[in-house]
């Protein structure tokens, strides 16, 4: 091979790819111009000297035809250049006759640009779904719509709203259905804020946090001396006080059955006797309800009244998991990102390798752990960006026992590039307070690291 021949030169120099070669001693033979475009270093400067020389000199953070030549196997690594550019080295060797290393052949694809164009199709593809699910609002719904922090693009979530809307203009009981953290409340919310009962109180009871008797007691109120640490002044329940409201049950199907039957006679007469009383009370409640449970089970069971849970299921509303309408991900990272940003001082944002992994994590919390991973990214990220190595162990998933196929390729490329750096550069400085320093991270860091590798080793 003449790397010296004039249609080589060509042929290289055409390649969107960087391209770097050494001999097999390291000296640099040949880089093309795509690779002095993506690195900002001219080949003048680097022809004719050796790798080791470069990366003890600083000019190249971390080399993968050191790593080929130490190791004899093609190696991958990522490397980060100040400008905040990743570029993605994939080093081979090239073979003599006496299978000693003639050259190596690294190629560097620049990832920054390649997850950029990946997500700009993505927020375009979001816009047309938003225009296309807005234009269907009435005026009056589209800002309460387009403000919601559950504010939905996908067709599944637009139904869940358009139906919403719908159901609000009248009193009809609506149930909702969908797993735990899915945004019930808000959406419960949104239907009281389009209604008619807007200016009126909206409460909600987790009818499966409480014991059967302080259910009872928050539901129905009680009056004075009712019962042993009763106040002496009695207490207004919840469908007193969201008289001419909304009162949103969540986890209707945790309440206990003594209380599903005083449920009942509430919805069928629109009264009630407060516990310990002798007096009826009228009420004009609105009542909206949600489960995670599977009602037609718990009847079969009989742990729920079928009675009560036609009454409740008038119109019901499932609401699909996050994993299941992931082009909301993006959006809704962004809106808590900003909203915890204000509420602790901060300007944080999130790397593009980071907010591709967030929008790869399937979410099993939906929303709400969505929420909490923000919040806690916000609070404990030190620099301004939040980068891939700042995500929790559940999102970067490198335990391979548990890694999820569908998205292995992209952790085990980060996971071997954090290595791979790790180590070569620990080789070169011998301490990890030195390599800390090399890479641009905390010595913490690189401990953590090292440690976590050991135990999944």
Known sequence: MNLNDP??????????????????????????????????LDSADLIGRPMQELVKDGVISQSASLRVLQEGKPISVMQSLSQGKKLLVSATPILAADRSIRYVVSTVR??????????????????????????RLHAGQRDSLLHSPLMADQQVSGRVFALARQVAATDVKV???????????????????????????FLALNC??????????????YAPGAFTGAGPKGKRGLLELANHGTLFLDEIGDLPLPVQVKLLKVIEENRFI?????????????????????????????????????????????IAALRERSEEIPLLLHYYLASC???????????????????????????????????????????????ALDLPEEILNLDP?????????????????????????????????QAAKALGVSQATVVQKMKRWERSD
């Open 7 to 40: 249609s080589f030169e060509e042929l290289l120099d055409a390649l969107h790819d960087g391209v770097y070669i050494t001999d097999g001693d390291g000296k640099t033979l040949k880089v093309n111009r795509a690779y002095e475009r993506l690195t900002g």
């Open 208 to 221: 499966g946090a409480l014991p059967e008797n302080l259910i009872e007691a928050e539901l129905f109120g």
């Open 401 to 433: 026992q548990h890694a999820d196929d569908s998205r292995l390729p992209l952790r085990k490329v980060l996971e071997n590039a954090e290595r791979t750096a790790i180590r070569a550069a620990l080789q070169l400085h011998k301490t990890t307070r």
């Open 341 to 387: 940003n204000e509420r602790y001082q901060r300007q944080v944002q999130l790397s593009l390798e980071a907010l591709d992994l967030l929008c790869d994590y399937a979410w099993p919390g939906n929303i709400r752990e969505l929420i909490n991973i923000v919040e806690r990214l916000v609070v404990t990220t030190r620099t301004e960006v939040i980068e």
């Open 175 to 201: 149930l909702l259905q969908g797993e735990t953290g899915v945004g019930k409340t808000l959406v419960a919310q949104f239907i009281h804020n389009a209604s008619g009962r807007a200016k009126e109180p």
């Open 110 to 135: 620049d990832m920054t640009e390649l997850l950029r164009m990946k997500h700009e199709r993505d927020e375009l593809q979001q816009l047309k779904q938003l225009r296309s699910s807005t234009a």
């Open 274 to 318: 407060p516990v310990g009383a002798l007096e009826l009370k009228e009420v004009d409640v609105r009542i909206i309800s949600a489960t995670h449970h599977d009602l037609k089970q718990l009847v079969a069971e009989g742990r729920f009244r079928a009675d009560l849970y036609y009454r409740l299921n008038v119109v019901p509303i499932s």
